[in-house]
């Protein structure tokens, strides 16, 4: 299908999950996660506030660059990496097909 591409999440477990992800309603990742049952907390609902959904980017997309209030949220959080993201602001879009993430430690 057009709209849709595929997201690679490794659970906390080191389970892999194969996700169809809509690139055209607006979605990011944390949704996505959540829609699928994955456990990601999104305390602050998408506002790059909680650092609740972070994730590991284990495959080499390009991702836009973090905001201040990224850097910022991920600045307080635990157990973040260089490839650490907030899955809140990675918005499900055409290239992100294949995405690979691991869901960060609690
Ligand atoms: S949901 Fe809170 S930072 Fe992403």
């Known amino acids: 299908m057009e ?4 997201v690679t999440v490794i659970d ?7 996700l169809e992800a809509p690139t055209d309603m607006n979605m990011n990742v944390m949704e996505l996660c959540k829609s699928y049952e994955l456990p990601v907390e ?13 994730v590991y980017v284990l495959s080499d997309h390009l991702l ?4 201040d209030n990224e850097d ?3 600045d307080q959080a635990f157990f973040v990496k260089s490839n650490s993201r907030l899955a809140c602001q990675i ?16």
């Open 72 to 74: 910022a949220a991920l």
């Open 3 to 6: 709209n849709i591409i595929h």
């Open 64 to 67: 836009p660059a973090k905001s």
């Open 12 to 18: 906390r477990e080191g389970k892999e999950h194969l």
């Open 42 to 54: 999104g305390t602050c609902g998408g506002m790059a506030m909680c650092a609740s959904c972070q």
């Open 91 to 106: 918005h499900l879009t055409k290239e992100l097909d294949g995405l690979k993430l691991k869901l960060a430690g609690e």
